[in-house]
């Protein structure tokens, strides 16, 4: 199976828990190999939960579906987008990677929780990954110092200046797991690119959030473990993970000083 004939025919009735044994057995032998496609139905599940738990309380699930799309469609030609944009599945989905939504760290620690993957004993990646020597630097810097230059503490204010400089405008909630937002920071690399850095502070321990381009970087060699999509290394002393988001060509990189059960908790609100 590949990625198209998953999106395309299965994505749904996988969703919905509709699949038969032999579908069953053939999509989840694709996600065991493809961090994309698990990615991929981690969102669409989390969007189901944040509908139905919204439709629950005001609306009707088919109304709050359509606002989403709408103003998944607003942020595509809010980015740009002079072609019409393809009202399909994978168009919707792959919008979601850079929309202004909030995702309830609870609802996707439920769509992840099946594709826990462990990688046996955690063999540091070998050699430097630049991109973490980056991330860690900064973590280094924030934990002693955080000074946004984001003029809001608000999650929404975040996300639009993010997506306003064509970075990803997905920010993390944290808050299930102790942690306060503190703010936001768009900086130039030494390569002269773009990151966002997102800084969240705990009772102990913080956590840095950073989106940068890929540059056609792979996923290190090394991980402890895969969850839904986010994959988990010990790096240098600290705790990363790192996930690709298609669209743009980001890399999300995390760091913290946590225990990587505490971090790994952390990240997915709830207990493994
Ligand atoms: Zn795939």
New binding site residues.
Partial sequence: MD?TT?IERYLDAHVDGELGAVEAGAVEQ?LKG?A??RLLYAEERAVKALVHERARRYQTPAQVRGSILAALDAVDSAAGNRERPQRTRRAALSALRSARLWIPTAAAAAAVIAFVIFHGGGVPPAGAVPAFDVAIARYQHFDAHFEPNVPSASPADISDAYLGHKMPGLLWNLQPSGYRLVGGRLDRLSDGSLAAFTFYRGEGSSILCAFMKAHGMQLPQGATQTVGGHSYYSYKGYRVCMSYYPRGDFICVMVSRNTMPHFVQDILGTSL
């Fill in positions: 990625c998953y694709h493809c994309n496609c």
